[in-house]
């Protein structure tokens, strides 16, 4: 007949065990609420870190293109990018979009930086524009300015320029509770025209608080083909149709929704309701925020 253990190892046995499910539970009680080794206690409080009340400018980079490779470190490569064809040779200034928003953003404590621009290739999968900046710029350090990874974000909807700027206007609602006092678009020199006079002109947005960057590398003679190309057919088309709601520009958000993707806006910024639901020649004269 086998022997047990002793009273006496056996309490103390008991007591070692009890002490060791006491430390299991205390740590994972501590993952749960400060997070696993290395990970940014950021990435924990984000909701209130948006809404702190501290954002006041809002800088949009319109997404023009896809990047479909596997390394973001290769996006300078030309190979890796879904292009139309007369996009070719335009990824250096793609590149420089980012790179211009993120350094803006570095010098602006107050700036929500938002990459803008939906997944408008079935070629390219699922990815969206905006996505892809977002990545690049992270697999560019940021470029020297890593802080401004806490204070970027996406817009993954907009089909076209004019949603680009409405739609990051009520993506920065969303995520901060408020509207942006100052409002920074980063882009084609060439499109200056379009988001200056037509674009905010349709929002209604006051022109002391909106700016336009325009950044590129293509030499002179691309970029008066590309203003008067322009002028000729996208200004005309949102002369005649200032928020894209008909005919050839709605045609043409269709094509750019593959995925047949819609967006949850004006759930997140309720006062732009009217402004979602309107379709008209004439600037809307409803109530706006701003």
Sequence with gaps: MKQGWP????????????LFAFIVVALIILILVVGTPGQSSLSLSHASKWSDGDFTHLIIVAGHAIYTGVSFAESDDEAYWNLHAYQKGT???FLLHIQKAVEMAAEDASALLIFSGGATSYDAGPRSEAESYWYIANARNW??????RNRAITEEFARDSFQNLMFSICRFREVTGSY???????????????FEEHHRVALRLPEENFAFVGVDMDDAQRRQ??????????ISAFTDDPYGCSGTLLEKRATRNPFMEHASYPAGCPELSQLFAYCGKDVFSGALPW
């Design 7 to 18: 009273a006496d190892v056996l309490h103390g046995r008991g007591r070692q065990l009890l």
């Design 91 to 93: 990824v250096p200034s």
């Design 143 to 148: 470029f020297g300015h890593e802080i401004v």
């Design 180 to 194: 942006p006092k100052k409002i920074t678009m980063v882009s084609f020199a060439f499109k200056r025209v379009r």
């Design 225 to 234: 083909a590309n203003e008067d190309y322009d002028k000729l057919h996208v």
